[in-house]
């Protein structure tokens, strides 16, 4: 064999040598994939599930991934096992079937002046309680309960879907006192029949207690309840042949409006979030 043969034998063979260590080298780090069926729920947009829930406070990233393999979360009511799998904030996502949120527990309480609707706009140019609220947050933060758009008083708004939920709930109730203004004045017989329940379709409503306002006239006064009912106080005194002029709710279970003018917002404190959680 010439001195030229040998060289390029042995150079030949360096590279089929290389190459195969090159390639035995790719292989023995190349990570690998399982694969994976695709979820019938898989998105491209939103945040990583994983993320999602750590954002909620639940846990870390990490054990977010062993949590959603286990099949302890569902989104919309599916269970999701899949990794990188992303959700929107609109969605409804569980962890061992309690929604979660993302963002950070807001509770805010505004004293809502008269004029301004808290759910849609009806009117073109109608004026929204969300305007005076997104003054002060950028949560998604909604209305618990319901307030006329001429009536005034205490309204909660929260990003927390559970006391949100509980609050709402009629058989629960929460305590409420408002400051009515009639359209004439009370009867004394009158304010006695309210006091001891006033049936509406069919069903009684019960009212705490009922009173005239101290050095008030008699068109104005002080109620108290439990029910939820939209419009519950207005079709309290309908029924009994008065208009109401004038809605102010002045409590709202704990919450009262001291040191809070109207128009006016306010964070609560975590104390009164715990006594809410108690109704």
Known sequence: MSRNDRSTGGKNSGRQGGGTRKKSHARGNAPVKPKMEK????????IRLNKYIANSG?????????YIAAGNVTVNGKSVTEMGYR?????DVRFDGRRINPEKPQYILLNKPAGFY?????????KTVMELVSKVTDARVSPVGKLDNQAKGLLLFTNDGTLAKKLAKPKNGIRQIYHVTLSKALSREDLESIEK????????VIVTSISFIDDKPHTEVGIELYSIKEHIVTRIFKSMGYDVESLDRVVFGGLT???????????LTEQEVINLGMH
Not at 58 to 66: K, P, T, V
Not at 87 to 91: A, M, P, R, S
Not at 257 to 267: A, C, E, F, I, V
């Open 257 to 267: 409006k001291k040191d809070l003018s109207r128009g006016r917002t306010r964070n």
């Open 58 to 66: 639940i846990c870390s990233r990490r054990d977010a991934d062993m």
């Open 39 to 46: 979820s019938p729920l898989s998105n491209t947009e939103g």
């Open 197 to 204: 329940g006033v049936f509406l379709e069919g069903s009684k």
């Open 87 to 91: 959700v929107k904030l609109e969605d």
């Open 118 to 126: 808290v759910t849609g706009n009806p009117e073109k140019g109608g």
